[in-house]
């Protein structure tokens, strides 16, 4: 199963960004015994329309424009928070179906178009709280990496 992170936005040289490769690229290690590729980080311009709902709307089009077909899995601060074996269990159960691709997407500085937002197979919370984007970006990679852990059983998650 092909993993990906579809953002809003582009993340800037620094620490986040060498945080968010570190994940990455320990996760194309561990992903490939599992079935797991990826995941790939496809950034998506923000919307230069003058309005929030215009801004959404775009956003989530071009977003739309390169999901590929499989799980969709939109992170929300209104979403469901799950465990981290919870989140696994779902990637490995999706992976063991047969599903093609698994996305999750971050939104942009206004949030998610509800219509995007309705279409996902899950919305996911990191908290109620607001997150800076690049921060989200890191939490997402950590926790696909996890995923990955828990899936293979190797000692990285402590439960």
Do not use: W
């Amino acid at each position: 199963m092909r993993l990906a992170i579809v953002t809003v936005g582009r993340l800037k040289d620094g620490p986040e960004r060498d945080l968010c490769e570190r994940y990455r690229e320990r996760s194309q290690a561990l992903g490939r015994g599992l079935g797991l590729n990826g995941p790939d980080i496809i950034e998506i311009p923000e919307s230069r329309a003058r309005r929030a709902e215009e801004r959404k709307r775009d956003e989530a089009a071009a977003i739309l424009g390169k999901l590929a077909p499989g799980l969709l899995i939109v992170l929300d601060e209104r979403g469901r928070s799950l465990t981290s074996e919870a989140f696994a269990a779902r990637i490995a159960s999706a992976r063991d179906a047969g599903t093609a691709a698994a996305s999750l997407v971050i939104g942009g500085a206004d949030g998610l178009d509800e219509a995007l937002r309705g279409r996902a197979d899950l919305a996911l919370a990191f908290g109620a709280l607001t997150l800076p984007h690049q921060l989200v970006r890191v939490l997402a990679l950590e926790q696909l990496y996890r995923a990955m852990t828990i899936i293979a059983g190797h000692p990285y998650h402590r439960a």
